[in-house]
């Protein structure tokens, strides 16, 4: 995948959670960050503001290019997980550690009645 191509895409994930969760308006993510700034994380809006820039740059001059590849998707990868919903995540996992404690349960008590379980079968 080119730069261009990994950069929009990766602007365009940020800029839909930008409008999903912080109810964000605009063009733009420069427009988008300005618009639901007082919502935002403060140490957020520096790294977002750094991501619209590159993609400006990467998609509107000719001669372009991304210097440190790595260390910009590192810090959309940043943005990304500060910008998701927190209570998802918990829920899920809180979930998954119910079903598995229940398994166990289940498992440890047919493990210690499986003889007189075992008769009725």
Known sequence: ???????????????????????????GLHKLVTSCEERLPHDVIGKLRYIATIRNKIVHEEDYKLENRREFLAVCDECEKELTPRSSRFIWRAAITLMTLITMAALFFYYSHWDTLSRHL
């Open 1 to 27: 995948m080119s730069d261009i191509e990994k950069v929009v895409t990766r602007t365009r994930k940020i800029e839909t959670l930008l409008r999903t969760q912080y109810h964000a308006e605009g063009k």
